[in-house]
């Protein structure tokens, strides 16, 4: 089995519908929590280089993208979605490590967050340096709520002015705050 992982080029828009298509299906069999994504917003961030896909003896594997928020104060690493024939292979492990180091490649100042139920991207975003944090942290930028709003559970969001839901939220340090903070670390290093 080849799996590779591709930071995504223009030739990679034509997975768009498939990509829209899997999330779609998984949103019906989970019943809750992912936001449906339309083709062209999939094939937008495909075409400027803001995706990972990941494709598996040629065939598509998984993908997950890249969106920013409050002025690119933060990012989120949105839409994860893996193949169900791929699952259990450690294929998301893999795209959430991509996408996590491409955001931080190229928004060094962002803040690296996500919402979720998920066991498995719980467990990958703390291996990852993300922290558990409350949804006061995240950013207040409304178009990013407004994604919550094909869950079944927005009405719990609503009811609780958005300072909580059924979704954990967490986040990681940015690029220079990680950098910042190993320096620190290194500076109280005693010898001897
Ligand atoms: C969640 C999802 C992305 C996981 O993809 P995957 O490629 O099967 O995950 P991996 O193989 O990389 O597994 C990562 C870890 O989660 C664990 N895991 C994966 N699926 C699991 C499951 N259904 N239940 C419990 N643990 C699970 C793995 O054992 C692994 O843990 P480990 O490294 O400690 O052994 C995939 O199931 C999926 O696409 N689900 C539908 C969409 C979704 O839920 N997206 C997330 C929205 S926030």
């Known amino acids: 089995m080849q799996i590779q992982i591709h930071v995504a080029q223009p030739a990679h828009a034509v997975y768009a519908q498939a990509i ?3 999330m779609a ?10 936001a449906t994504r339309k083709p062209a917003y999939v094939a937008e961030k495909i075409m400027s280089g803001k995706a990972i896909v990941a494709l598996v003896d040629g065939e598509l594997g998984g993908f997950s993208y890249i ?32 996408i996590f180091n491409l955001s931080r490649e190229l928004y060094p100042d962002a803040r690296i967050f996500g919402i979720t139920t998920s ?11 993300y922290k558990p944090v ?18 079944p559970n927005v009405d719990i969001l609503t009811r609780n002015n958005r300072m909580m839901c059924l979704c954990t939220a967490m986040m990681a340090p940015s690029a220079n705050e990680a950098r910042k903070m190993a320096v620190d670390l290194s500076d109280m290093i005693v010898e001897g």
């Open 119 to 129: 066991l498995p991207v719980m467990k990958i975003n703390s291996d990852l340096g």
């Open 20 to 22: 829209c298509d899997l």
């Open 67 to 98: 969106e920013t928020w409050s002025h690119g104060k933060y990012v989120a690493n949105s839409g994860l979605i893996v193949n169900p024939k791929f699952r259990r292979l450690g294929l998301a492990r893999k795209i959430k490590g991509a």
């Open 25 to 34: 299906e998984s949103a019906k069999a989970r019943g809750t929590g992912i």
């Open 134 to 151: 409350t949804f006061s942290e995240l950013t207040q930028d409304d178009a990013f709520w407004a994604g919550c709003n094909s869950c």
